[in-house]
């Protein structure tokens, strides 16, 4: 079962295969792994002793970006997480991210975002489309409002996390990449445009 794995210059923590979100794109519709991890699919969830025990295995001044990703949404396993990131905090500077939808609080029906606070340096929010009706038929997400949701997430979390990403693949066409700059624009947070696989 893989819970950690390398790409590029990060070390990337799975720890989670659910995701509220069924994206047209998503790499889980077309493979198994990302980066030295042959599949990412879990028998089951780690525990977040498990995810400690891990990371603990790597050396992390090897990498620029401890990231909570994987294939599933990591905000289902947020307060495992935020545990893991206090315990790596007290022995490493390692900057931490989050890539994640912006659903965490459809997903847990409360404002969560006040809790990243001190645990995240930079999340990266998928924007995914340029509206509502797009963002529907693209990800087809489980909950209502969603695309609005995870704007206000966006918006909000700026004031608890020092960077904040709202990202696209280059998948969509150029004219939509430069109509979710401006959608960007609107919420304060950094833009960008991912290539399509990373």
Same mark, same amino acid.
């Given at each position: 079962m893989?819970?950690?794995y390398s790409?590029?210059t990060n070390l990337?923590?799975?720890?989670t295969n659910?995701?509220d979100m069924?994206c047209?794109?998503?790499?889980?519709?077309?493979?198994?792994?990302?980066?030295?991890?042959?599949?990412?699919?879990?028998e089951r969830?780690?525990?977040?002793?498990?995810i400690?025990?891990?990371i603990?295995?790597?050396d992390?001044?090897q990498y620029?970006e401890l990231?909570?990703?994987?294939?599933g949404?990591?905000? =289902?396993r947020l307060?495992d #997480? +935020?545990?893991?990131c &206090?315990?790596?905090?007290?022995?490493?500077?390692?900057?931490? !991210?989050?890539d994640t939808?912006?659903?965490?609080?459809?997903?847990w029906g409360?404002?969560?975002?006040p809790?990243f606070?001190?645990?995240?340096d930079t999340?990266?929010?998928?924007?995914n489309?340029r509206?509502?009706a797009t963002y529907?038929?693209?990800?087809?997400?489980?909950?209502p409002?969603?695309y609005e949701a995870?704007?206000?997430?966006a918006?909000?979390?700026?004031t =608890?996390v020092?960077?904040v #990403? +709202?990202?696209v693949v &280059?998948?969509i066409s150029?004219?939509e990449?430069?109509?979710? !700059?401006?959608v960007?624009?609107e919420?304060?947070a950094?833009?960008?445009v991912?290539?399509?696989?990373?």
């Amino acid at each position: 079962m893989t819970i950690t794995y390398s790409y590029g210059t990060n070390l990337y923590v799975n720890t989670t295969n659910r995701c509220d979100m069924h994206c047209d794109f998503c790499l889980r519709q077309s493979g198994d792994g990302v980066g030295e991890a042959d599949s990412l699919w879990l028998e089951r969830e780690p525990t977040r002793e498990e995810i400690l025990a891990d990371i603990q295995k790597r050396d992390l001044s090897q990498y620029k970006e401890l990231v909570f990703c994987g294939y599933g949404e990591p905000s =289902y396993r947020l307060h495992d #997480i +935020l545990w893991v990131c &206090d315990r790596v905090k007290e022995v490493s500077a390692i900057p931490i !991210r989050m890539d994640t939808n912006g659903h965490a609080n459809l997903i847990w029906g409360e404002d969560v975002a006040p809790l990243f606070q001190g645990r995240f340096d930079t999340v990266s929010i998928s924007l995914n489309a340029r509206d509502a009706a797009t963002y529907e038929t693209r990800c087809a997400p489980d909950y209502p409002g969603s695309y609005e949701a995870m704007l206000a997430f966006a918006k909000e979390i700026q004031t =608890y996390v020092p960077r904040v #990403i +709202l990202s696209v693949v &280059d998948c969509i066409s150029p004219a939509e990449i430069e109509d979710c !700059r401006k959608v960007c624009a609107e919420t304060g947070a950094e833009y960008r445009v991912r290539v399509f696989g990373s």
